[in-house]
């Protein structure tokens, strides 16, 4: 009976062992739980407020710039060309549009040097460079700086519950070492969309040639492509793209990516081969946080997470508010007597006519062979200009060598186009010339001076200073801008005038006049187009004058029976 009682009770005894120690398990296992899930929150915490910074540091950390700079223009997120919005402000959002902005003028500039015109706007497009390095500079400061970044993760974090940690336990961001900054998706896409395609060698203006910078170009390189994306062409991201000896820089964003989490692994490794921006460092576009979860007398967790941001907005590479001017010159005829059996321009016969037909005469003493003097009477002018648009002004009749002024505006004409994936034609550009309004302004003799502008980022329009001033208000704060480059005769075309007429010559003393044919009037129309490039610089695209007249040339010959 003894033994059986001690058998029994070393039973019953290990089985009460067994339970304390089923009993410190569940315990340890439920405490276990805890850590986990209080480790879990923490993470999921840290990452939410990471992911919002990544967010917010997009539009809200800023770098004022002067309101007179170069690059207001570009100080709102819109592509309508509006100034509504523009708030002296560069964001991460902006500044891609800036350095394209930046970067067309430089190109502008190149043009014209290749062409011998282009006076000062390389110093313009250098005083545009050094604007947007100093921007970019104080940007990547302001970024990196892990005081501007923290309120926008405890915005988000602080809201995530860590309850598993205890009684009003919250996350705080942890200062130091884990608020970094990188450099990621070196070589991809840009936000900054460059219109056209290789076949019209992008729109650039003629004296620069884009395949000799082909390797700045890429598509979307997501993939599979997203939808959209098809046949836009982007800058390339973290990439020297240097002119002539002067690099111009893009930040990646991945078309359409959103922002999201990244490895650390990753994150380290574009940090450690970031280019050099021609500054202390370039503007990143991924983020690191630390945070640490904690309650007044319980253990605390910390964690880390790094995001990559992105906008998810392209901007097309352009100059926004920016114009072209055209001036018509007032026609002049030049008459031209025969004294001595050559051309003589008597300039003070000479006659400023319109743009509706008009009727003059002249009479020069002697005026022609064997003649004491000879007029012409009749003489019918301004078929070359009457009823004519702005565009026959410039192109029609007589015709010369338009092709390469056709190719400078259509080049204007689409730098001034924000819209993604907006372009303007050859034909679209002698469209909006060709406004019909313009012929009935141009024959009232009271307007001379057009302006060529976009007023919505998409379409081109024409119109003179009235009409533009009031589409564009902000035309009228540039309008008077002249550009930096220097005027050359574009196109230099001559033709015959519609008008053959018999003159009256007044024979000499015993001379005889020659009838018509012989004694005539004749004309030719002269037609001088001249160019004047701008980088854009001061909203100056460049500046067309136009110069048209009608050589008359008045025979008269008499002969000595």
Not at 163 to 169: C, E, H, P, V
Request: with cysteine; hydrophobic share 40%.
């Amino acid at each position: 009976m003894t033994e059986e009682r001690n058998n029994r009770g070393s039973i019953t005894a290990l089985a009460a062992a067994l339970a304390g120690a089923l009993v410190l398990l569940g315990v340890g296992f439920f405490f276990f739980v805890m850590y986990m899930d209080a480790q879990k929150e923490t993470k999921n915490a840290v990452d939410a407020g990471t992911l919002n910074s990544g967010r917010k540091v997009l539009d809200e950390i800023k770098v004022p710039i002067s309101p007179d700079s170069v690059f207001f223009d570009i100080t709102n997120d819109k592509t309508d060309n509006t100034l509504l919005g523009c708030d002296s402000q560069i964001t991460l959002r902006r500044v891609n549009r800036m350095w394209a902005e930046a970067m067309q003028i430089k190109i502008n500039a190149m043009a014209a040097d290749a062409e011998g015109n282009g006076g000062s706007g390389s110093n313009q497009a250098t005083n545009a460079l050094n604007q947007a390095i100093n921007i970019s500079q104080n940007l990547s400061n302001k970024l990196s700086d892990e005081a501007n970044r923290q309120p926008f993760f405890r915005d988000l974090a602080q809201q995530n519950s860590v309850r598993m940690i205890g009684n009003g336990a919250k996350v705080t961001a942890i200062p130091g070492s884990g608020w970094q900054t990188s450099t990621m998706l070196a070589e991809k896409e840009s936000n900054i969309v460059v219109g056209g395609n290789a076949g019209n060698n992008f729109f650039a203006p003629p004296g620069f040639n884009w395949n000799s910078h082909s390797d700045y170009l890429t598509g979307t390189t997501r993939q599979p492509a997203p939808q959209g994306s098809n046949n836009l062409v982007f800058l390339k991201g973290y990439k020297a793209l240097a002119l002539n000896g002067d690099n111009y820089w893009q930040v990646p964003f991945l078309y359409d990516e959103k922002p999201h989490l990244v490895s650390k692994t990753d994150f380290d490794k574009a940090k450690s081969t970031a280019p050099n921006w021609d500054i202390a460092k370039a503007v990143p576009n991924a983020f690191s946080a630390e945070g640490l979860a904690s309650a007044p007398g319980k253990p605390q967790e910390k964690a880390m997470a790094w995001v990559l941001t992105n906008p998810r907005q392209p901007f097309k590479m352009s100059i926004p508010h920016s114009f072209v001017h055209i001036k018509i010159d007032k026609p002049k005829a030049h008459m031209y007597f025969y004294p001595a059996g050559f051309p003589v321009e008597h300039s003070f016969l000479n006659k400023d006519y319109g743009f509706i037909p008009a009727v003059e005469s002249a009479t020069a003493f002697p005026g022609g062979i064997g003649c004491s003097s000879v007029s012409a009477n009749f003489i019918p002018l301004g078929g070359d200009t009457a009823g004519r648009s702005v565009d026959e002004l410039i192109f029609d009749y007589p015709v010369g060598n338009k092709a390469k002024l056709e190719k400078h505006l259509v080049a204007r004409c689409n730098e001034m186009i924000s819209q993604v994936g907006g372009t303007i034609s050859t034909a679209e550009m002698h469209s909006a010339l060709n406004n019909v309004v313009n012929r009935g302004l141009l024959a009232s003799g009271t307007f001379t001076d057009f302006y060529v502008y976009s007023p919505d980022g998409k379409e081109i329009h024409c119109n003179a200073k009235p009409i533009a001033f009031a589409e564009c208000p902000w035309l009228a704060l540039s309008s008077g801008n002249s550009p930096d480059g220097t005027e050359q005769e574009s196109i230099d075309a001559s033709g015959p005038a519609p008008f053959f007429l018999p003159s009256t010559p007044t024979p000499l003393p015993f001379f005889t006049p020659l009838p018509f044919p012989i004694s005539c009037v004749f004309g030719i129309y002269e037609k001088n187009v001249f160019w004047t490039p701008g980088t854009g610089f001061n909203h100056s695209l460049g500046d067309i004058r136009v110069k048209r007249g009608t050589d008359v040339h008045i025979i008269g010959i008499s002969v000595f029976p």
